[in-house]
């Protein structure tokens, strides 16, 4: 392919990552700008087989090249096809990482090709790629694991954990230093390696409630790789696409740290400054009030205004259809009805409005936080469904705890709480909710939608 | 390229990067991050480069693995991003019909 | 610089005029235009670097010409543009001053 | 100096540049941000004195350059700081008429210096500097005769007109094609001149409300002759100056377009579509019903609600503190007095908002268009205070006169309507204001300052 087409293309690649960037930032075009931005990758992957190369090269392991993407193909597809609601987070998580590990993996090999060719610059870029690109994949695994819940989701600081993740960045850097002046082997895979356990060692103090922040960071930080891999590989449209991505990213994760009320600098340097965790809650078997389907069903029966607060226990048990059926009815005996819709209720910002929406819940139904809240003095019942840390007056009242600082809905200012949940356990935040042991709270165990279905047949039984 | 361009290009890229979403709706931090995130999937275009040009098998298979894992990151990273907004799509009818009934009462 | 990386810098350019003055309000149209005007007296390095270089008669009077004229759209409208914005900075003291009175009622 | 901090420090201007644009569409930052753009500009001045140059070359004619500065700063500060505010639109057509007028100087200066050594793409950008410069150049000029009303602010259209527009065109075309086949010196300079011609004749047919547009479209014009200028000049700067500017440029044209209710098609076009004018109004000496300041002090007097219009000659009276004063004296009656204010009213946007605002005019006094047109049908008195276009009927009724389409402030609705003039004579877009004749409207001729004092003096006295 001519050398000025094939400029070109990436060039038209590239605008088509900006119109898929600015499609995505409003929602009438975000469905769009995604196939826009899927469109130009595709044809970048095309065009780039048929990249003019310098005088005497030739195409190299083209079979081994379409047999992998084809296996990646195969394997991103149906993880993104098949994968539930609730587990998307974890999923936008892993394919991060995966592509910050890619990043490395090409500095790396780019690294070793140019041997002794490369220039200082190009190295530099190379030892930054690595290392952020390692921090990123196994920071990413590690948010990954906590969201999975395959490991405790509370921050987990050990003693002198600090000084632990001082020393290894400072190796990281070390290492760094000693690649580019001496433009060896060695140490840069030192360094990759130092730079894994540094991205783990910087995710595991991150509390929950951080977590999607996290993901944002990397995220930012992977463009970054990109952009730099661009700049060894010669590449405008690397340069381009990864600076757009870690600059849209960077803004991206200032706003949900706002939106969430958490501070940015304090979750970016958890990993220095948390300190092992005070226990919170005394852990003796404390006495809580425990209701029947049909104490429950008597209770909203003689309400007037109920306000139902949906949580990821909700996205979980697939309630939302019996939560609406039960709302319809309580609308039907002239019950005053809402949902209060807490920001980050649930494991994505919009998770809950994007449920209750598909449960065909009227849009005027759904109360964001900042206009409930003023309402819960009038309101007579606040139905819990599955929702836990976004009710929990901890983040009012306990400075330490991991979700210190977040706006919650202030349930307990209402006449009765009830909580649909299975257990005593905690929610994502790990961390005990005094309200379950208030005198107004009544508990109805088991999974949400079963117990919701009992609820509605006590009502119509009433 | 000179680096004076490429320093030019670098600088202009984060002024577009950071106005082109400074707009977002709280909504839809979740899908553009994802959107982004697959976006930096670009990083396919280098580990084929690479890989094509790799001629000993250790930067070979270093290549290969990264053409595999950037594949994934690309391409679920659009699906996954399509299939979030699906389910954003009834929200703007959810609204209008709102509105509509605001507008009746 | 390569053609390629002029065009690049000529779109990136483009994008970042249309989104860094989409959401000006209609009260800033005229001095975001004089402000606007003004940059384009940037210019002047343009003479400049011509008359620098100039070596007869003809090429030194226009290029002199072109550093006279520039220089007056240069200086003139970032003064003038100064000037209407120093007007507008009574205004924002209106306005908080009307929601004070409305946040008493 | 050393190329690469040369390069460096240019980069360094083109940023400042996008930041000032973006200050400047923020009320907040506004000022701020034309700092921020003239400190730019400043560093980029003087760094040029030390560009570094190829070779063998050396610095020419620095003492004239310098001197050249030293004049353009005694002609454009002082005239930018003693403009009346009623002047400034004309004043930024001209500054942005001697900025194309430059750039299409230093392409024809480059083009001379660089003989038949010049590149085609070279030549085509020149082609398209001088063109486009001296379109704007002389374009502007026009715009200013007709803002300073040195010229008819109607659309000047004669027959045949459009035709004569087309050959000129096609002749700027045809000798920029031959200079590019030719590369020769002749064809450039008829080129430059055709495309004088061509300015003249495409703002022309402009009737006044549509000026503003085109001052800014001019603008946005010169903006990419800087950058085809920056191409030709290899310099990076003013390639992304002038983009800027060409991008913004066209934005703030469309939004202003949008915001004046204007086509801006048929703005542009309107060259090629105008016809020749309807004459609108007869003519014929009609009767008015005009009075003295005692029966307009009379007819406020007994009024529930009052509206002032403000506009255009307002300001060249500047009768705002005294207008302030009859607004004060009614509201303490227990008159209900506001401002409507027509987005174009004056002569740029905003305009009156400023001169209130100077006048310590509450801002909750000051009701935009929108709001205040319901209000009309329960007003009792409209008071018109230099203003005619804004309230022209004909902008509803009249297909094809130069303001149809504009929204108007539906001051027929009212009561009674009462003019301040100083004659009959119509205003900025030129055409007959039926209102003047309707049997509710009272015309009290005069100085709009004067008339007001003694509408005071006779309130006084009630
Ligand atoms: N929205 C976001 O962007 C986002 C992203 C990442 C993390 N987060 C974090 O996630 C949390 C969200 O708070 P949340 O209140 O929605 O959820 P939560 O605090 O995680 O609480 C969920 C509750 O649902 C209950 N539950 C789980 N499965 C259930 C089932 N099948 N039936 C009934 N109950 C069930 C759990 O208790 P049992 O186990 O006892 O049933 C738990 O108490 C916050 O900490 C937030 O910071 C949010
Ligand atoms: N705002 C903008 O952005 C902008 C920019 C360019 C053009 N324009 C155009 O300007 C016009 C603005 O409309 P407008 O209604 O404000 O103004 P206008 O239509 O120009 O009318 C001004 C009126 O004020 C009267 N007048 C002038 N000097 C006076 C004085 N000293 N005392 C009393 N009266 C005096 C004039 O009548 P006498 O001569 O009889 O006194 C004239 O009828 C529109 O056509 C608009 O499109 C607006």
Known sequence: MNKNIYELLGLVVALSFILALKGLSAPKTARRGNLIGAAGATLATVVVFFAPLGEGKSHHNTILILAAIAIGVLVGVPAARKIQMTQMPQLVALFNGVGGGAAALVATAEYLNLGTGASTAEVVATVFTVIVGCTSFSGSVITFLKLQELMTTRPVVFPGGRFVIAATLAGVLGTGGWTISSGANTPLLVMGGLALLFGVLFVLPVGGADVPIVISLLNAFTGLTVAASGYVLQSTLLIVAGTLVGASGTILTRKMAEAMGRSLFGTLFGAFTAKPQVATGEQEARSVKSGSPDDVAILLNYAQRVVIVPGFGLAVAQAQHTVRELADMLAAKGIDVAYGIHPVAGRMPGHMNVLLAEANVPYEQLVEMDEVNPTFPQTDVVLVVGANDVVNPAAKTTPGCPIYGMPILDVSEAGNVIFLKRSMRPGFAGIENELLYDAKTTLLFGDAKDSLTKVVNALKAL | ?105
């Open chain 2, 1 to 105: 390229m000179t680096s004076m361009a490429i320093l030019t290009i670098f600088a202009l890229s984060i002024f577009v990067g950071f106005e082109v979403v400074s707009k977002v709706s709280t909504t839809l931090h979740t899908p553009l991050m994802s959107g982004a995130n697959a976006i930096h999937g670009i990083i396919l275009v280098g580990a084929i480069m690479v890989a094509d040009s790799a001629t000993n098998t250790l930067e070979t298979t270093l290549a290969i693995l990264a053409v595999l894992l950037a594949t994934i990151n690309m391409v679920g990273g659009f699906v996954v991003t399509d299939r979030m907004l699906e389910m954003f799509k009834g929200k703007p009818k959810a609204a209008k019909a709102n509105k509509d009934a605001e507008a009746s009462k």
